[in-house]
């Protein structure tokens, strides 16, 4: 019967049975005599092994526990995010829902609805993109006066992670 140790061990000789070392998954397959006695030890009341069963078990167990954390989830879909933006080279991947181009912009127009107009104001154009955002949907400038009052002309490059983020939070919470 196999056997995988929950002591760490990676080779266990017996004086009876011989010298067993554990595979690549870490489990070990032992004679039913000696998987009878070694599953039945036990240190400290717990078990210091377990079989094929009793392991998928308790590693569904922690997975399913793993996932239930919000910061973790969190965690994974930033993640998720980020590599993404890096392998398209952070560009945008899908249309804007306004109706621009794409977010190109043409030559010294920082627009952040990148409209061609080229007059850098950063028109209404994000309106439509973010009106479900939570943030009044006035555009990629919701957040844009600072405390001092003063527009802050920063972009926020994290926008669009914390936007893929929210949705993902949402999408997980209504399973």
Do not use: C
């Not at 009876?16 to 009878?36: C, I, M, R, T, V």
């Not at 036990?42 to 009793?54: Q, Y």
């Not at 998928?56 to 996932?67: A, D, K, P, S, Y």
Request: charged content about 30%; hydrophobic content about 30%; glycine content about 14%.
């Amino acid at each position: 019967m196999r056997l995988y140790t929950l002591t760490g061990a990676t080779a266990l000789e017996d004086p009876e049975f011989g010298k067993y070392e554990a595979d690549e998954q870490g489990g070990f397959d032992f004679p039913n005599e000696l998987s009878s006695r070694l599953h039945s030890f036990h240190v400290g009341g717990k078990a210091a092994w377990e079989d094929d069963i009793e392991r998928q078990q308790r590693l569904m167990t922690e997975e399913l526990e793993r996932r239930k954390d919000p910061a973790t989830l969190l965690d994974a879909v930033q993640q998720i995010v980020a590599a993404a933006q890096n392998a398209t080279g952070g560009q945008q991947t899908t249309p804007p829902a306004n109706g621009g181009d794409g977010g190109t912009a043409a030559a010294g127009d920082t627009d952040p609805g990148g409209s061609p107009d080229g007059d850098d104001q950063g028109d209404d154009e994000g309106a439509a993109d973010d009106a479900g955002d939570g943030d009044g949907g006035d555009g990629d400038q919701a957040d844009a006066e600072g405390a001092d009052g003063d527009k802050d002309t920063t972009p926020d490059t994290a926008a669009p992670a914390k936007k893929a983020a929210k949705k993902a939070t949402k999408t997980a919470k209504s399973k």
